[in-house]
Each structure stands twice: as C-alpha cells, then as structure tokens.
C-alpha cells in the first residue's frame, strides 16, 4: 500500500497562511557564558502565520482564556521549531507561547498550532 505524501497539503497550508494571514516572528531568547555572568540574546525568526479568537464554547477559564489566541503558523521559511519558551510576535506584539502542537501526519510537519497569551 502506498503511503500518503503530504508535501501538497504542506504546500496547500504554506499558501493560505500566506494569503489569509500576516507576517510575524518567533522570538527566541537564548542564554550563554558563565552562570556569573551570562549573556542573554534575544532572536526573531520572521515568519507567517493566521491569527484567529476561540470560540466562546471553547473559553473554559484555566486552560483557554478569554483574550487567548489561536494562531496557525506555516512552516515555510521557518528554520526552527517553535517550543513554549518562545514568544510569539502579532503586529508588533509580543505574546507567551501557552502550547505548540504540530500537525505532523507521518513525520512531516503540514502546519503548527499555537496557543497565545498577552
């Protein structure tokens, strides 16, 4: 049986997040040098990603809060893998990164979801 090749899905994905969405950045802040005195560099990773309010029957309090966003971010151009240490940055705004789940059916990442918080 032949296995499914999801480089158009991918590829289907990259072009809506594109078309429907907005430029932003994946901020990274990394730290290194000695523990007496580290240093601290802080890296944007631009990139393009769709921004979207949950529904109301979503919004449960504790893990979905009012004012969270759900943000759809593509893979194209992306040379890191976002975590929840990063920030996220939507018109020139700087949110915390809650969750990231990629959807990745057979090993191939088509798109990531996020959860955003202010």
Request: aromatic letters at 8%; one cysteine or more.
């Amino acid at each position: 049986m032949a296995q499914f090749d999801y480089t158009r899905p991918r590829a289907t994905a990259d072009r809506l997040i594109k078309r429907y969405g907005q430029a932003g950045a994946i901020r990274r802040t990394t730290t290194s040098g000695p523990a007496y005195d580290p240093e601290t560099v802080t890296t944007d990773h631009a990139c393009q990603l769709a921004v979207m309010q949950y529904t109301d029957d979503k919004i449960d309090g504790t893990l979905i809060m009012r004012g969270d966003k759900l943000v759809y971010l593509s893979t194209a151009g992306l040379s890191i893998e976002p975590s929840t240490a990063d920030k996220v940055v939507i018109r020139g705004e700087e949110h915390a990164t809650v969750y990231v789940k990629p959807l990745s059916p057979a090993g191939l990442v088509v798109f990531y979801e996020i959860q955003a918080r202010r």
